[in-house]
Nanobody, 122 residues
Framework: QVQVVESGGGLVQPGGSLRLSCVAS????????MGWYRQGSGKERDLVAS????????DYADFVKGRFTISRGNAQNTIYLQMTSLESEDTAVYYC???????????????WGQGTPVTVLS
């Protein structure tokens, strides 16, 4: 059973920093494509950043470029999101996305965690 667990959210002052962590488990692939999404109150879930299975390729939403950094950890299927220069607009629940290849359907299945809330005080 695939499990995705996020941690690291909390309260922070504008201009502050937070580091989110995500661990995915329950499948055989050593490393899989993963990413971070966020959903503000009353808003749709948006992609924040993604990283390839080997960590060589990353992609960021325009609204976080230059402020957030996604990276892979040494542990299997672990990623981080380093967030700096936080703004009130960054307040949201942040979700980790783990993409596991479904060989039967020849596509990636997406698995989500419960989310970790980030609140930037205004």
């Amino acid at each position: 059973q695939v499990q995705v667990v996020e941690s690291g959210g909390g309260l922070v002052q504008p201009g502050g920093s937070l580091r989110l962590s995500c661990v995915a488990s329950g499948f055989t692939s050593r490393n899989i494509p993963m990413g971070w999404y966020r959903q503000g109150s009353g808003k749709e879930r948006d992609l924040v950043a993604s990283i390839s299975s080997n960590g060589d390729t990353t992609d960021y939403a325009d609204f976080v470029k230059g402020r957030f950094t996604i990276s892979r950890g040494n542990a299997q299927n672990t990623i981080y999101l380093q967030m700096t220069s936080l703004e009130s607009e960054d307040t949201a629940v942040y979700y980790c996305d783990a993409q596991v290849f479904n060989a039967r359907l020849f596509k990636y299945d997406h698995y989500w965690g419960q989310g970790t809330p980030v609140t930037v005080l205004s």
